[in-house]
Nanobody
Framework: QVQVVESGGGLVQPGGSLRLSCAAS????????MGWYRQAPGKQRELVAT???????NYADSVKGRFTISRDNAKNTAYLQMSSLKPEDTAVYYC???????????WGQGTQVTVSS
């Protein structure tokens, strides 16, 4: 079994920055994809950014140039550095780890990010 725990959410003013962390534990597979997704009230969950254990990244167009995903493979931890935050970035942010061989996925419980003055 795999456990995923996010942290670092909170309230920030527009234009501010915030860093989210995601720690995975348990039976971690060597070839995997860690990613951040978000879900705003009344909207579907959407991809924010993903990164393979080999360092390949993918970003949603809405966050390119503002958000940066990174990983510490030795610690099975992923980070999301968010800058120039906008009110429309307000959402619950979820971390996900996916086994790229079997396709199995595990989600965290989510962390709230609120961008408001």
């Amino acid at each position: 079994q795999v456990q995923v725990v996010e942290s670092g959410g909170g309230l920030v003013q527009p234009g501010g920055s915030l860093r989210l962390s995601c720690a995975a534990s348990g039976r971690i597979f060597s070839i995997n994809l860690m990613g951040w997704y978000r879900q705003a009230p009344g909207k579907q969950r959407e991809l924010v950014a993903t990164m393979t254990n080999g360092g390949i990244t993918n970003y949603a167009d809405s966050v390119k140039g503002r958000f940066t995903i990174s990983r510490d493979n030795a610690k099975n931890t992923a980070y999301l550095q968010m800058s120039s935050l906008k009110p429309e970035d307000t959402a619950v942010y979820y971390c996900n780890i996916k086994n790229l061989i079997s396709g199995s996925m595990y989600w965290g419980q989510g962390t709230q990010v609120t961008v408001s003055s």
